[in-house]
């Protein structure tokens, strides 16, 4: 039942993430220190949600990492 609502849930912001990019196709400028671009806001709104995902699993890889080297070393000291 919970996987049905996540897949809902996916759905859901997909479809409202599809809305908002056919409405806004304005461009904006970006200013980097070097660089100006020139984007649409749907892909300025892209790049953070990706960059945001992949800093979010890096984290959480990082952590589960973490755990379970911190609970190898607990189970190897008792052993011995």
Known sequence: M????YLI???AFLV?????GSINQQLTDIHFLI???????????IIFLVAGV????AIAAWLSVAR???RWFKH???KT
């Open 76 to 78: 190897t000291t008792e």
């Open 68 to 70: 379970r080297t911190k």
């Open 35 to 45: 660089i100006k671009l020139q984007l649409r806001v749907v892909d300025i709104a």
């Open 54 to 57: 992949i800093l979010g699993l």
């Open 16 to 20: 409202v993430g599809f809305i908002f």
């Open 9 to 11: 849930l996916i759905i």
């Open 2 to 5: 919970s996987r049905l609502l």
